[in-house]
């Protein structure tokens, strides 16, 4: 293009940036940010960002932060790039100053950025500043709205108000009150699901398992946003760790009637719940009701697994699912692994654990 006098602009030139970065080739990448000044032309936060993240990606954090101080234009998807650097890296500190930063700047986060700082929080054990923030994210910035409390007298009379209740809840440990505080305010930027899943499954590895059943619960009345396999496997999964096994199956069931199609993941774990219970026939059970819903697999032939199985020819069920299995060039591991946990945990099932691991 050049030697035919053909002067590139800030959209090819971004292209460029992109596909250089993409491939880690950072430096050539930079070096074409500072050919486009040369030649008159402004990079964008979009070439800026193709470059922020490159330098992420090959491990260059300082190099990255320092070009995000070149940056005219203060850019929420800059930033939150930087955040989820910084939270995979354990500088949640650090992500967090930068996320307050924005504020100060005029740029508005995005339910992105709040997912990944709170993301990020979580697995840094700081449970209650990702409630905070989520109430944070719930609560919004354009709020002119009189509330009367359910708690005592007090009058919010505004956002900042609030949000100091609200945190105020969130620090006694009152998440589900706080959440339903703010739960019909409208904000500039709503959680999204992923918002909700992180809090459900950090309340739930601390757990916090009535706490996020509830909020579970509450989500559902709300009706907005829709929970997906991700939330009915988090408080599924939470309902085990603290030996509700009716509640877990109950969820399973609702889950069942929505439009959410239980995953593998799901069912391993209600698989791994059985086993452990020596219940290893309903676990088989449960693995074949799986099977049905896969396109790859003739359900003529589960029916006569089920029969196998219904009759105790535990032998002729595995083989089975192994023909299945192979026929469909999709085994996987997992599921005969937990079914041999099962027969072990059953002791009475010694010949169908020789015989499982002879079979595999």
Known sequence: MFKEGIVPDVVLYAIMIRGLSKE???????????????????????????????????????????????????????????????????????????????????????????????????????????????????????????????????????????????????????????????ANLAGEVKPDIITYNILLNALCMDREVNAAYNFFEFLQKKGYPSPNNVTYGTIIKGLFMVDREDEAFKVFQRMQKTSSEPTLSVYRTLMTCLCRKSKVSCAFTLYLEHLKSLPSRDNDSISTLEKYLFGEKLEQVIRGLLELDFKARDFKLAPYTILLIGFCQAGKKRNGTFRLCELL
Do not use: W
């Open 24 to 182: 880690c080739r950072v430096g050539e990448a930079a070096k074409m940010l500072d050919e486009m000044t040369q030649i008159g032309l402004t990079p964008d936060a979009y070439c800026y960002n193709a470059v922020i993240q490159g330098l992420c990606d090959v491990g260059l954090l300082n190099r990255a932060h320092s070009l995000l101080l070149e940056i005219s234009e203060h850019n929420v998807c800059t930033h939150t790039i930087l955040i989820c650097e910084m939270c995979k890296r354990g500088m949640v500190a650090e992500a967090q100053e930068l996320f307050n930063q924005m504020e100060k700047l005029g740029c508005e986060p995005s339910v992105v950025t709040f997912n990944t700082l709170i993301n990020g929080l979580c697995k840094a054990n700081n449970l209650e500043k990702a409630k905070i923030l989520f109430c944070k994210l719930e609560v919004g910035r354009r709020l002119s709205l009189h509330l009367s409390l359910s708690q005592g007298s007090g009058q919010v009379s505004d956002s900042a108000r609030l949000l100091k209740k609200a945190k105020e809840m969130c620090e006694a440990g009152q998440i589900l009150r706080a959440y339903k505080l703010i």
